[in-house]
């Protein structure tokens, strides 16, 4: 079945460190891909996402491209701040139905 | 546009009672809404799938004696804990899929339910 894995963590930077979280997926079909950010006792909210092979996903400094050869669909970005500590979930979703979820990443980010 | 919101935010219960967990689209009309339950530090786990004016779906191992959901307009679906326990304790999510319009087919979500059961 369809399925996403993404790097475990905790990931702890310094500000201003460069952030990769590694995901990569396993389906059939062409799935749209997800970023989710979700922040201490809240709810998930859209980062970013990519529809298409190719695809660049991008919003408040991170950065995902859709791989379709690598199957992977990696989040960046250049310089994090302590604001970006949260736990960020890599999703696919294929035509518009169930969302899997990859099991999450922690970042921590220090002053 | 597409907010997804949820009633209560923050529920404690006694042991034994049930819990009504609200989910509405705001600004569209949810022809799909999930029901999503969340352990401390884990991912997203998937319960049920609900269409308007049917039945829910639900995935394997959730029973749907113990959470009863109802997608009673385009906009509302509801999720009933019934006799609750404390391991029944966790985040609930929902989320909403818009079947027409800017959004369609998009899958929003919502700020998510603690459930607290003494």
């Known amino acids: 079945g369809d399925s996403v894995t993404q790097m475990e963590g905790p990931v702890t930077l310094s500000e201003e460190a460069f952030l990769t979280i590694n995901c990569t997926y396993t389906?059939?079909?062409?799935?749209?891909l997800f970023w989710y950010v979700q922040y201490p006792g809240e709810g998930l909210q859209l980062l970013l996402k990519?529809?298409?092979?190719?695809d660049k996903g991008s919003n408040k400094g991170f950065e995902a491209t859709y791989r379709k050869e690598t199957t992977s669909f990696h989040l960046e970005k250049g310089s994090v701040q302590v604001s970006d500590s949260a736990v960020y979930f890599c999703?696919?979703?294929?035509?518009?139905?169930?969302?899997?979820f990859g099991a999450g990443t922690r970042l921590f980010v220090k002053a | 546009g597409a907010v997804v919101s949820q009633h209560p935010s923050r529920v404690i219960c006694k042991s034994g009672t049930s819990v009504k967990i609200e989910c509405r689209s705001l600004?569209?009309?949810?022809?799909?809404m999930f029901w999503y339950r969340q352990f401390p530090k884990q991912s997203l786990m998937l319960m049920a799938t609900?269409?308007?004016?049917?039945?829910?779906?639900?995935e394997q191992g959730v029973e749907k004696d113990k959470f009863l959901i109802n997608h009673a307009s385009l906009t509302l679906s509801t999720l009933t804990v019934t006799s609750a326990h404390p391991e029944d304790s966790s985040f609930y999510i929902c989320?909403?899929?818009?079947?027409?319009?800017?959004?369609?087919?998009?899958?929003?979500f919502g700020p998510g339910t603690r459930l607290t059961v003494l």
């Open positions: 609900s269409n308007e004016g049917s039945k829910a779906t639900y």
């Open positions: 990519a529809t298409k092979a190719d």
């Open positions: 999703a696919l979703n294929t035509g518009g139905f169930k969302t899997i």
């Open positions: 600004d569209f009309q949810a022809t799909t």
């Open positions: 389906a059939t079909g062409y799935p749209s």
């Open positions: 989320s909403a899929r818009a079947g027409t319009g800017d959004f369609r087919n998009e899958q929003f």
